[in-house]
């Protein structure tokens, strides 16, 4: 048992996000989504999961240790629902708010038209399935650094 760990992340989730370097990118999906066919094609190679978690509730999980990139303009990505690309459905507005709360500002979703958002995801690190049934709860994140207090400012 480990403390201040979310229990939604196991131990093959929480050593790819270590692994995980500055940059490198971590797809969170919903149920929906081709996951395995994708994931193979990721620098990890094998699909992770979460099963039984909603998507904005993996999204809190994955982003209570995983700082996104300071030094991008678009480091959260949402796939854009089809022929209607400034819809946003409950499940992206859920995450949305646990993006927000993680980054304590707002941070909006940059969208990703749905076949690029599947080109982008088979060059991620890792995918991550959840249990979400509902639509359009697939998201992008690009990991970034946690600098010490007193560390200079730029690129580690």
């Keep these: 048992m480990l403390k201040n760990i979310d229990p939604l992340l196991n131990a093959d989730i929480l050593y790819a996000l270590a692994a995980m370097g500055h940059g490198d990118e971590v797809v969170i999906c ?18 992770l999961r979460i099963d039984g978690a909603s998507a904005p509730r993996v999204v809190r ?9 300071s030094f991008v303009d678009d480091p959260a990505g949402r796939m854009e629902v ?11 507005r859920e995450a949305q708010s646990e993006v927000d709360r993680a980054e304590g500002r707002t941070l909006p979703f940059a969208p990703i038209e749905r076949f690029e958002f599947y080109e982008r995801a088979k060059k991620a690190y890792c995918v991550i399935r959840t249990g979400e049934a509902r639509g359009y709860g697939c998201f992008i994140f690009k990991k970034g650094v946690q600098l010490a207090p007193d560390a200079p400012q730029g690129d580690a």
Excluded: E, H, I, W
Excluded at 39 to 44: F, I, P
Excluded at 82 to 92: C, I, K, N, T
């Design 30 to 47: 919903d149920a929906n989504f081709p996951g395995d066919s994708v994931a193979r094609q990721t620098v990890l190679g094998k699909l």
């Design 61 to 69: 999980a994955v982003l209570s240790v995983m700082p996104l990139d």
């Design 82 to 92: 089809v022929g209607d690309a400034a819809a946003l459905p409950a499940v992206q």
